[in-house]
């Protein structure tokens, strides 16, 4: 059995690596909110357990074996915020802290009867994929809402799920999964992105837009077209 620090640091090396592309020290440290000096005993170990590969001064990357592990903690935590969601009624900004706690502890067969009872998801409350039992995981690159021009259409299809006090302000501008959106208009100089939710609109900072994921649509369309 893997300590549960030791499959939090696999699982947010590779979050790290699908979101940044390379995985460093620091950017674990920050992630973690741990110390460097924590951060680089633990890589240690990892590579002497040949679950990364890791040289000094060099990014993090995970082994076959790691990231096997990786996928089957995240398959954990993603089906777990489901469950939490659409069986206990918790909302989409309280199931990131329970599974983080659970995700350690369920069994595979628990893990099992809870896909099969959300009747085999493939993605999370927040929209990310869900890996499959056999260690694969489909991933599908859509564009920030903060990206888009002035009069683009869009569908949420992702939204970035470490802030709770964000998903909550997502959720009360109707800026959930499947929402179709219109931007109205960018102010300049870095201001805020104008959108369209419904009849209401809504003045989102860029801090905010970056954490929207979307998926463009034509005008008016009920299907999505490829985003450029």
């Given amino acids: 059995m893997l300590s549960a620090a030791i499959q939090d640091y696999l699982k947010v090396i590779y979050k790290v690596h699908?979101?940044?592309?390379?995985?460093?020290?620091?950017?674990?440290?920050?992630?973690?909110?741990?110390?460097?000096?924590?951060?680089?005993?633990?890589?240690?170990?990892?590579?002497?357990?040949?679950?990364?590969?890791?040289?000094?001064?060099?990014?993090?990357?995970?082994?076959?074996?790691?990231?096997?592990?990786?996928?089957?903690?995240?398959?954990?935590?993603?089906?777990?915020?489901?469950?939490?969601?659409?069986?206990?009624?918790?909302?989409?900004?309280?199931?990131?802290?329970?599974?983080?706690?659970?995700?350690?502890?369920?069994?595979?067969?628990?893990?099992?009867?809870?896909?099969?009872a959300l009747g085999h998801p493939s993605v999370d409350p927040h929209g990310h994929p869900i890996p499959s039992t056999d260690g694969?995981?489909?991933?599908?690159?859509?564009?920030r809402l903060s990206d888009l021009p002035s009069g683009s259409h869009a569908v949420v299809r992702r939204v970035d799920d470490r802030d709770a006090d964000c998903l909550r302000y997502l959720e009360q501008r109707g800026l959930v999964l499947n929402a179709r959106v219109e931007v109205i208009r960018r102010e300049p100089f870095n201001g805020p992105v104008v959108v369209k939710v419904g009849s209401d609109e809504h003045h989102l900072g860029l801090e905010v837009a970056r954490r929207v994921f979307v998926e463009k649509t034509a005008p008016g369309a009920g299907e999505p077209v490829s985003a450029s």
């Fill in 18 to 116: 699908r979101e940044a592309g390379k995985v460093t020290t620091s950017a674990l440290a920050e992630r973690l909110s741990v110390s460097s000096a924590s951060v680089t005993n633990m890589i240690k170990k990892l590579a002497e357990m040949r679950l990364v590969k890791h040289t000094p001064y060099k990014q993090v990357v995970l082994t076959p074996a790691g990231e096997k592990i990786a996928l089957e903690i995240l398959r954990h935590h993603r089906l777990l915020e489901l469950y939490l969601a659409e069986v206990m009624g918790y909302s989409w900004d309280q199931v990131h802290d329970e599974a983080e706690k659970l995700e350690h502890v369920i069994s595979e067969e628990f893990e099992e009867r809870m896909s099969a």
């Fill in 136 to 143: 694969k995981i489909t991933t599908t690159d859509h564009g």
